[in-house]
């Protein structure tokens, strides 16, 4: 079975000291959500915690894998 990864990077800053709070909800709230997905089968969200200079300012990756390029399609849609 070949696997189809699709992922979003988060950009931007958290408020200094909100960190945990960011991630919390993250994990309460869109972690259900990207779970449910149709025909999802596993979700990763990788968090940042330092970058090097000039990299780009991620927060957040998230991965979902998916059983086919049509699975990702559906989901998308």
Do not use: K
Request: proline share 6%.
């Amino acid at each position: 079975m070949s696997i189809h990864t699709r992922s979003a990077l988060f950009e931007g800053t958290i408020r200094p000291g909100c960190e945990e709070a960011f991630y919390d909800l993250i994990m309460a709230e869109l972690m259900p959500v990207w779970r449910a997905m149709p025909n999802a089968l596993a979700v990763r969200v990788l968090r940042t915690e330092r970058r090097e200079d000039g990299a780009p300012a991620l927060v957040l990756v998230q991965e979902i894998d998916y059983p086919s390029a049509e699975a990702v399609a559906e989901a998308e849609a």
